[in-house]
T-cell receptor
């Protein structure tokens, strides 16, 4: 089946540092979504991207829909301890009834 | 007010048993999903319903049967539970297919 390649798998950073993660695919996607999952909770939407080249911010988070429509990145600026969690990219694959498929996640740890 | 709620949050049961997980959304969405998250945190879609009709049924053993009594509810029934069924199961909903999905808190199923 279709896969999204998300990297890095994990990151361990110091509070205040910037973070960057990305997702790539061999297929074209029409929508890219970024979710965050805290322990014991369901994924929560951070940013949704609908157009190639679109750059969208949500507070300290910025995400872009790649111009080729095959990739997306998420940046977090000035990380804080509550940024800890697993970040997932997701995209719709297939026709009008397409699946929302997920990357394997980036586990972020922040050291105070 | 919880948008997507699942019960129970934890479920421990023996191999061979039959169990159900319930999901309700109060967002007025037309589409509901079941996802399975394995021990490596990979999220994979199992089923998708639109207005009570099944539209996606991924390669899932037929021991898993979704039931949608109305568009606000999508329950998951599992027969003859196996050890490999242990995972976290997430219910989600979206206004239409191919739009942002909102997730419940998950049901951690442990089969012993």
């Amino acid at each position: 089946g279709q896969q999204l390649n998300q990297s890095p798998q994990s990151m361990f950073i110091q509070e205040g540092e910037d973070v960057s993660m990305n997702c790539t695919s061999s297929s074209i996607f029409n929508t890219w979504l970024w979710y965050k999952q805290d322990p014991g909770e369901g994924p929560v939407l951070l940013i949704a991207l609908y157009k190639a080249g679109e750059l969208t911010s949500n507070g300290r988070l910025t995400a872009q829909f790649g111009i080729t429509r095959k990739d997306s990145f998420l940046n977090i600026s000035a990380s804080i301890p509550s940024d800890v969690g697993i970040y997932f990219c997701a995209g719709f694959y297939g026709g009008s009834q397409g699946n929302l498929i997920f990357g394997k996640g980036t586990k972020l740890s922040v050291k105070p | 007010d919880t948008a997507v709620s699942q019960t129970p949050k934890y479920l421990v049961t023996q191999m061979g048993n039959d169990k159900s997980i319930k999901c309700e959304q109060n967002l007025g969405h037309d589409t509901m999903y079941w996802y399975k998250q394995d021990s490596k945190k990979f999220l994979k879609i199992m089923f998708s319903y639109n207005n009570k009709e099944l539209i996606i049924n991924e390669t899932v053993p037929n021991r898993f049967s979704p039931k949608s009594p109305d568009k606000a509810h999508l329950n998951l029934h599992i027969n003859s539970l196996e050890l490999g069924d242990s995972a976290v199961y997430f219910c989600a909903s979206s206004q239409f297919t191919r739009t942002v999905a909102f997730f419940g808190q998950g049901t951690r199923l442990t089969v012993v």
